[in-house]
Structures are given as C-alpha cells and as structure tokens.
C-alpha cells in the first residue's frame, strides 16, 4: 500500500490545494518501507492532482484541509481518502497503518471533534 499526503517541512500540510510537496509512503505489513516527496510545481486541478499521485502508486491520500471537489475527484481516481489529519507526516502513517490515525473535522479549525478511524491494513 501507499499513502500519499500533502507535505510542508516534514508535517501533513493542511493545505492540500495549495501544497508544493506530496510526500508518498511505502508500506508493507504494517510497517513504513520507504518515503518519497514529490514536487508539485505544475498540477493545480483536481484532475491533475489526482494523476500526478495515482502515477506515484498510491492508494489512500490523508489530508487536513481539503475541497469537496478534490476530495470527490481523488475517490473518483480510485483512492481512499481522509481529512482532518494533523502532524508529523511519517507519524500520521504510522499511526493510519496501526489503526490508531485520529482525524478532526476538516471543516472546522475549532477542535475537539476527534474520532478515531480503525483500518484494519
């Protein structure tokens, strides 16, 4: 499986829209195999997003922040996508892998709306 997620200074940046950087994890049984960051200089439609990230292997995109429109192309693209993920980016995977990946409500930067989402990968 692969997890891409869009990346700002080794942190998920909530902005998925704007983000330069995607970074894309490698994972096997559980565990994290490998990492790649991907600049995005040229892809600012949902399409192309979504192609430049399927071109990667990837099959979950965690985001914070993220459009309802990029979120419904990327399904569309065949991903599995979340929102409301915060925090170190290797971490957030890790934490997607074991299950234990609490998200927020993307919509809202109040806080406090956490819940935890079990996969069980």
Do not use: W, Y
Not at 42 to 66: P, Y
């Amino acid at each position: 499986m692969k997890i891409a997620m869009p990346h700002l200074d080794g942190k998920l940046n909530p902005h998925f829209g704007t983000s330069r950087e995607f970074i894309v994890f490698d994972s096997e049984k559980g565990n994290i195999t490998g990492k790649k960051i991907i600049t995005n200089e040229t892809q600012h439609n949902h399409g192309g997003l979504a192609l430049l990230l399927k071109a990667e292997g990837a099959n979950v995109v965690i985001a914070g922040g993220i459009g309802r429109p990029m979120a419904q192309a990327l399904q569309q693209a065949g991903f599995g996508v979340l929102t409301g993920a915060s925090g170190d980016a290797e971490q957030v995977a890790k934490d997607f892998l074991n299950g234990n990946l609490v998200t927020g409500n993307a919509g809202c930067s109040c806080g406090g709306h956490h819940h935890g989402h079990g996969h069980g990968h």
